[in-house]
């Protein structure tokens, strides 16, 4: 990411050689400028954007202001190009897009001044070379953008999947879940919380609601480590549909229990409080020391150990087994706008070979008379329904579990025996994120 202009306030030198101030940037829209960069051009991910140096060194208040204003843009892309195509002879580079769309989203979106957006956008502008000579269009545009979608932006039509995901999503899905679901991203995803015991206090407490599954939802985000009971550990932040996986492995006090792909520790967090002897398997040091971070932060206890379960050499076989691959991610687009442009669809026939692979290799740790539950965050149904299907095929021994966990609504299974959760799903909670969800019982 373009790290912001140095001493933004301090005197520059004119050509004549007298002193000059330049503007004051707001280093916010600058960061989320940058993020959009990144993403559009790069094919970054945000993820891997506010990592970088640049961004880390921001105050905290404009890192989170940062991130707001680039997922809201990147939610909004569809709305925002409409809103500008009119007014626009041909489309600029991308640079120059991102900030007229960012000013439109801000100023119609979010309700910002719109004088005080747009003479900050026309400075950021100015302030760089690439952009510099776009900075009369910048002005222009937005104020005519703005005039002409105030009003209307609501019944503007959202943003659309790309191409890649879509068509293949509306073959298995039809064109109505599909606009659903996309309706679903363009709203985003409140924040779900998992709580070590009593849910009703700390929905009480944290001002949230009870899911039907147990989780306590949000209704405002607010800084999360600041809120009561984090650093004591009463909770930790899990999407409501991540928690059925380890929710229908339905483990007992004493239980063995391997997670495989472990990271960041959510599902290992719930899997040690149900009372399981948990041994948490990742591939990534710098993310299992996340999950270690987890555990000691809420006081549960499992066994972490950074391998690959296609290479471990371990000989032991569990109670029970969690499988929660590597996937495309595809049902986590309302949390992560920037996926749709930091991705083509590239690698994913290399993921379902991987899927395939790690399944194998999991159902082989699992006892005569145990279970495995398998899932991915993925829409696209050869990550979940048709990997079933094949591993069924593949081994006799395992059968499908037909109980339904709690929450869990009977409308949402699959003809092989799992579950397909989409974003559209509990819209009248705020929905959910994307899910395949199958339990295996291995034969005794």
């Given at each position: ?21 330049r ?12 993020i959009l ?24 208040e ?23 195509r ?44 690439q ?44 064109n ?28 009480k ?53 391997l ?16 009372g ?68 083509d ?51 006799k ?20 025996g ?27």
């Amino acid at each position: 990411m373009p790290s912001p202009p140095k001493n933004f306030s301090q005197p520059g030198t004119s050509l004549a050689g007298k002193s000059v101030k330049r503007p004051v940037l707001n280093v916010a829209r600058l960061a989320a400028i940058g993020i959009l960069n990144g993403v559009m051009t790069e094919q970054k991910q945000l993820s891997e954007m506010i990592q970088t140096e640049d961004f880390r060194n921001l105050p905290s208040e404009e890192r989170a202001r940062a991130q707001r204003l680039a997922t809201h843009t990147l939610r909004h892309v569809g709305r925002a190009d409409r809103a500008l195509r009119s007014h626009l002879s041909k489309l600029p580079a991308v640079e120059v897009l991102n900030i007229l769309r960012l000013g439109v989203v801000e100023i119609v979106a979010l309700d910002a001044p719109a004088h005080a957006v747009v003479n900050d956008l026309v400075s950021i502008c100015a302030a760089n070379g690439q952009t510099r000579g776009f900075k009369g269009l910048i002005n222009a545009v937005l104020r005519k953008a703005v005039a002409d979608i105030s009003g209307k932006w609501d019944k503007s039509p959202v943003q659309m999947m790309p191409k890649w995901l879509r068509n293949p999503l509306k073959e298995a899905y039809g064109n109505g879940p599909i606009m659903a679901m996309e309706t679903a991203h363009m709203r985003g995803a409140p924040v779900d919380l998992s709580v070590v015991s009593n849910a009703e206090k700390w929905a009480k407490l944290l001002g949230g609601t009870i899911l039907p599954n147990g989780s306590v939802r949000l209704a405002e985000m607010g800084q999360i480590t600041k809120l009561d009971g984090f650093a004591t550990g009463q909770w930790w932040v899990q999407d409501a549909a991540a928690t059925w996986p380890g929710a229908w492995l339905a483990v007992k006090e004493g239980e063995t229990v391997l997670d495989v792909c472990a990271a960041p520790g959510g599902k290992t967090m719930q899997l040690a409080n149900a009372g399981g002897q948990v041994t948490a398997l990742d591939i990534s040091k710098h993310r299992m020391e996340r999950v270690t971070e987890n555990l000691v932060r809420t006081d549960l206890h499992a066994e972490t150990i950074i391998a690959n379960i296609l290479e471990w050499d371990d000989v032991r076989k569990f109670d029970a087994v969690l499988l929660d691959a590597p996937c495309s991610a595809t049902g986590t687009i309302r949390r992560h706008p920037d996926l749709p442009f930091a991705k083509d669809g590239t690698g994913i026939f290399e993921l379902i070979d991987l899927q395939s692979k790690m399944l194998n290799a999991a159902s082989q740790r699992v006892k005569p008379g145990g279970r495995l539950v398998f899932c991915t965050c993925s829409l696209i149904p050869d990550e979940g329904e048709v990997q079933a299907e094949n591993f069924l095929l593949r081994h006799k021994d395992f059968s499908v579990d037909t109980s339904v966990p709690q929450g869990m609504e009977v409308e949402w299974a699959t003809e092989e025996g799992g579950y397909r959760l989409r974003p559209d799903y509990w819209a009248e909670h705020g929905g959910m994120d994307g899910f395949y969800i199958i339990r295996f019982n291995r034969a005794g």
